[in-house]
Nanobody, 129 residues
């Protein structure tokens, strides 16, 4: 059974920074990719960033490019999301997600919540003015 445990959320002022972490546990689990999504009140869940485990290729939503950075630690099966220059509109519950091993992917896969096999419970990020 694969579990994803997020940490690092909290309250921060606009312009500040936070770093989210997500550790994947499970016997011999090595993800194909991991990503972050977020959901603000009254809105649908949206893609934030993703990383392919092999090679470290990264993907970002336009709204966070240049401000957020996704990275991974293969040895720890952990993905990070460094969030800088936070804006009020970044306030949301952030979810970590992982893709089980597979043979191939297309670039568009990473942006789709339905492509991911496992989800964390979410961590709240609140940006105040």
């Amino acid at each position: 059974q694969v579990q994803l445990v997020e940490s690092g959320g909290g309250l921060v002022q606009a312009g500040g920074s936070l770093r989210l972490s997500c550790a994947a546990s499970g016997r011999t689990f090595s993800p194909y990719a991991m990503g972050w999504f977020r959901q603000a009140p009254g809105k649908e869940r949206e893609f934030v960033a993703a990383i392919k485990w092999s090679g470290g290729y990264t993907y970002y939503a336009d709204s966070v490019k240049g401000r957020f950075t996704i990275s991974r630690d293969n040895a720890k099966n952990t993905v990070y999301l460094q969030m800088n220059s936070l804006k009020l509109e970044d306030t949301a519950v952030y979810y970590c997600a992982a893709v089980a091993p597979k043979g191939y992917s297309t670039g568009s896969d990473y942006y789709s919540a339905g492509w991911y096999d496992y989800w964390g419970q979410g961590t709240q990020v609140t940006v105040s003015s």
